[in-house]
């Protein structure tokens, strides 16, 4: 199409109302460093996307204009179920994923990418919380939290967080590991979390409870 660039990396982010902002910044701020890096903001419409706590982000592209990606990434969020739920996204989604090298998710996006089939007979993962779910497709879900996982060429990731573990190994697949780790240091990514949690094999079971209710 005419506003592509030419000898780009394409790379499509799919924005819909309630995602979660840190699925859409974090890989962002990794996938945006490629060599020649394009990258599309496609919505449903153009308009400002509203995560749960109203953080707006602007798509400046619609489903109907971006017809190819090398790269399509899709966040997750509370939105993700009403998404599941709008067939002119998923047969986008088919579309676009005909012509990519890479498709990925974050968090809960994992449930767009097995709704449209692609998972299925695949390895995969998403949020925890979101794991029962997942488990309702045709797919392989590992029991124990891994922050991404890889089966051709689609990679999805556990929750939030996660998201930029994803970026940067998938940038090591594109571009080497020597740019995947300049692009951490520039980010001065090294997380050291104060505290010893975060998955659910590691957090007391009152943290969980405590989240769940």
Known sequence: MSFYKTNTMKIVLFLFDNYTALDVVGPYEVLSKLPNAQVFLTGTEKKCYSDSHGLK??????IDEVLEADILLIPGGFGID???KDQSVIEWVKKIDKTTQ???????GSLLLAEAGFLNG??????WGRKKQLRNYDVIVPDLSERYVQDGKYITSAGVSAGIDMAL???????????AQVIQLAMEYNPLPPFDGGTPE?????????MRR
């Open 102 to 108: 890479w498709t990925i998710s974050v968090c809960a």
């Open 122 to 127: 695949k390895k995969c993962t998403s949020h």
């Open 169 to 179: 190994f998938l940038v090591s697949l594109i571009a080497g590991d020597v740019t």
């Open 202 to 210: 590691k957090t007391p079971k009152e943290i969980m409870e405590k």
């Open 57 to 62: 982000i602007t798509a400046d592209y619609t």
């Open 82 to 84: 009403v998404v599941l």
